[in-house]
């Protein structure tokens, strides 16, 4: 069983749709969790980053994680065609920011 | 600009011939790491550095060499490439205590044939 468990999609949405990407984990020992952009054919760009439990929101972009469950969310709210890319989640134990665990991807389309 | 560099781009070898793939940031940062990129498996960690001559293995070292000389550049050796080590690299570099600065190169896309 692999540390990070992530849909590989694709997932394909109309334009305007709320958008739900979501990672589970078996490590109780994460603190860190992330949430990374790629479009094709360039590196991950790092969308949204939260410490512990909680909720952060960043525009249209909404991370969630849930510690009991061992589950972490992303929503892209007013999804647009320019948010076609894939989206990685990434986590670390305390202190463990150069050692990233990441989650295999999901292909995200939005068409018009 | 605050960005790593990564060269070559696109390279294709053969089976044996050593390659060196070069990895640069401008920003100052500590932590600087390469990661391997497949399909279905995500990234995955291949090394990393705390910091000028300290360097660590991550997941899936086997087969590489690193070097921290000098606190901008990150090099990835491979001394005797092999096919399974066809695949898309990425540096990236952190700064310390701080994990929501993480910055990506635009990746290495090797071919060993």
């Known amino acids: 069983q692999k540390e990070v468990e992530q849909d590989p999609g694709p997932l394909s949405v109309p334009e305007g749709a709320i958008v739900s990407l979501n990672c589970t984990y078996s490590?109780?020992?994460?603190?860190?969790f992330m949430w990374y952009r790629q479009y094709s054919r360039k590196g991950p760009e790092l969308l949204m980053y939260?410490?512990?439990?909680g909720n952060k929101e960043d525009g249209r972009f909404t991370a969630q994680v849930d510690k009991s469950s061992k589950y972490i969310s992303l929503f892209i709210r007013d999804s647009q065609p320019s948010d076609s890319a894939t989206y990685l989640c990434?986590?670390?134990?305390?202190?463990?920011?150069?050692?990233?665990?990441f989650g295999a991807g999901t292909r995200l389309a939005v068409h018009p | 600009e605050a960005q790593v560099t990564q060269n070559p781009r696109y390279l294709i070898t053969v089976t044996g011939k050593k390659l060196t793939v070069t990895c640069s940031q401008n920003m100052n940062h500590e932590y600087m790491s390469w990661y391997r990129q497949d399909p279905g498996l995500g990234l995955r960690q291949i090394y990393y550095?705390?910091?000028?001559?300290?360097?660590d293995k991550g997941d899936v070292p086997e087969g590489y060499k690193v070097s921290r000389k000098e606190k901008r550049n990150f090099p990835l050796i491979l001394e005797s490439p092999s096919p399974n080590q066809t695949s898309l690299y990425f540096c990236a570099s952190t700064l310390a205590g701080s994990g929501d600065t993480q910055y990506f190169g635009p990746g290495t896309r090797l071919t060993v044939l």
């Open positions: 550095s705390m910091n000028v001559e300290v360097t």
């Open positions: 939260t410490y512990s439990s």
């Open positions: 990434a986590m670390s134990e305390p202190g463990g920011y150069n050692k990233l665990i």
């Open positions: 490590n109780s020992a994460f603190q860190y």
